[in-house]
């Protein structure tokens, strides 16, 4: 015997019956999705380019390429 009761007509119910309407997502929360994505990209790339841009490679150059 089974823990738990079995029911024999799950697959009927599950794949027969009406499915539930999706349900659509409003306008601002799409755009303020969309904006934190956007400032997240943005935020990104700045800081690499700016921990990038800014180092100074004179201390790597060999002798013959500094003159």
Known sequence: MAPFK???GWFDAYWYSDRP?????SVPNS????????VLLAGSGFA???LQGHR???SG??????E
């Not at 150059?61 to 500094?66: F, I």
Request: aromatic residues 8%; hydrophobic residues 45%; proline residues 4%.
């Open 6 to 8: 079995i029911d024999h």
């Open 48 to 50: 690499l380019s700016h």
């Open 56 to 58: 100074d490679i004179s």
């Open 31 to 38: 755009l303020a999705r969309f904006a934190v994505v956007v």
């Open 61 to 66: 150059l060999q002798d013959w390429e500094q």
């Open 21 to 25: 309407r999706p349900r659509r997502r």
